[in-house]
């Protein structure tokens, strides 16, 4: 089983705690041997994810959507993304330098492409930007990969 994450970063703590279980009662649903996470590894559900799998003994592959990627993220989460892409057995590249919109999107569909099951944790509204959670969420419907989407029930991303 080959499994994609996508979910809304930034969440409040008490969303953020409930998400993680949802994301570890996902995971735990498949032998370990036979699973393979793919993740973007960025700070929140993307990290969260990564971190349950490998807990899990499942495989880990992380999709790059820029060379300069890792300069959009929060300082804060630079050593949990180091020690999750040096975890990885497998990294995949868009080819992009720039990190922005185009290339988070890029990275989404480029993960989309290599799942059997995309995890969506997402509150079902629009996106804020280009490339986020409800893109990925489109992408992934429109060519036909399935959806698992995981939100506490009367949460908010606020």
Same mark, same amino acid.
């Given at each position: 089983?080959?499994? +994609?994450?996508? +979910? %809304?970063? +930034?969440?409040?703590?008490?969303?953020? &705690?409930?998400?993680?279980?949802?994301?570890?009662?996902?995971?735990?649903?498949?032998?370990?041997?036979?699973?393979?996470?793919?993740?973007?590894?960025?700070?929140?559900? $993307?990290?969260?994810?990564? &971190?349950?799998?490998? #807990? *899990?003994?499942?495989?880990?592959?992380?999709?790059?959507?820029?060379?300069?990627?890792?300069?959009?993220?929060? /300082?804060? %989460?630079?050593?949990?993304? /180091?020690?999750?892409?040096?975890?990885?057995? &497998?990294? %995949?590249?868009? +080819?992009? !330098?720039? =990190?922005? =919109? *185009?290339? %988070?999107?890029?990275? =989404? &569909?480029?993960?989309?492409?290599?799942?059997?099951?995309?995890?969506?944790?997402? $509150?079902?509204?629009?996106?804020?930007?280009?490339?986020?959670?409800? /893109?990925?969420?489109?992408?992934?419907?429109?060519?036909?990969?399935?959806?698992? !989407?995981?939100?506490?029930?009367?949460? =908010?991303? #606020?």
């Amino acid at each position: 089983m080959r499994m +994609g994450i996508t +979910g %809304h970063r +930034g969440l409040p703590e008490p969303v953020a &705690e409930r998400v993680r279980g949802m994301v570890s009662a996902e995971v735990r649903r498949y032998p370990a041997g036979e699973l393979v996470g793919v993740s973007c590894l960025a700070d929140g559900p $993307d990290a969260w994810f990564a &971190e349950i799998v490998l #807990d *899990h003994g499942g495989r880990l592959e992380a999709v790059l959507p820029a060379e300069e990627y890792r300069d959009d993220l929060p /300082d804060w %989460h630079h050593p949990t993304y /180091d020690g999750l892409l040096r975890r990885a057995v &497998e990294v %995949h590249r868009t +080819g992009l !330098v720039e =990190s922005g =919109s *185009h290339a %988070h999107q890029a990275g =989404s &569909e480029l993960l989309v492409g290599m799942v059997d099951v995309l995890l969506a944790v997402w $509150d079902g509204k629009p996106a804020r930007g280009h490339g986020g959670t409800a /893109d990925a969420v489109a992408h992934a419907r429109r060519v036909g990969v399935p959806v698992r !989407v995981l939100w506490p029930e009367g949460a =908010s991303r #606020d």
